[in-house]
Nanobody, 126 residues
Framework: QVQLVESGGGLVQAGGSLRLSCAAS????????MGWFRQAPGKEREFVAV????????YYSDSVKGRFTISRDNAKNTVYLQMNSLKPEDTAVYYC???????????????????WGQGTQVTVSS
């Protein structure tokens, strides 16, 4: 069973920073792309960022490009999301997810992920 546990969310003022972490259990990390998604109240879950299983390729949504950075530590089975210059519209529950496929290229569709964490709340005040 794959378990993903997010942490690092909280309340921050606009312009501030947060770093989210997602720890994966067992031999469930190596070879899989890891993504971050978010869901604001009343809205659908949306893609934020993804990092390739090898760590050498990343992809971001236009809304966070240049402000957020995704990274991973394969030795620690952990993926991170560094969020800078936060805006009120970044307020959402943030989820990490593991891709379905092994050793694939990066994907941004929710349908390409089959394991999800429980989410961590990020609130940005204006």
């Amino acid at each position: 069973q794959v378990q993903l546990v997010e942490s690092g969310g909280g309340l921050v003022q606009a312009g501030g920073s947060l770093r989210l972490s997602c720890a994966a259990s067992g031999r469930t990390f190596t070879g899989y792309n890891m993504g971050w998604f978010r869901q604001a109240p009343g809205k659908e879950r949306e893609f934020v960022a993804v990092i390739k299983w090898s760590g050498d390729s990343t992809y971001y949504s236009d809304s966070v490009k240049g402000r957020f950075t995704i990274s991973r530590d394969n030795a620690k089975n952990t993926v991170y999301l560094q969020m800078n210059s936060l805006k009120p519209e970044d307020t959402a529950v943030y989820y990490c997810a593991r891709s379905k496929g092994l050793l694939t290229g990066v994907r941004s569709s929710i349908d390409d992920y089959n394991y999800w964490g429980q989410g961590t709340q990020v609130t940005v005040s204006s």
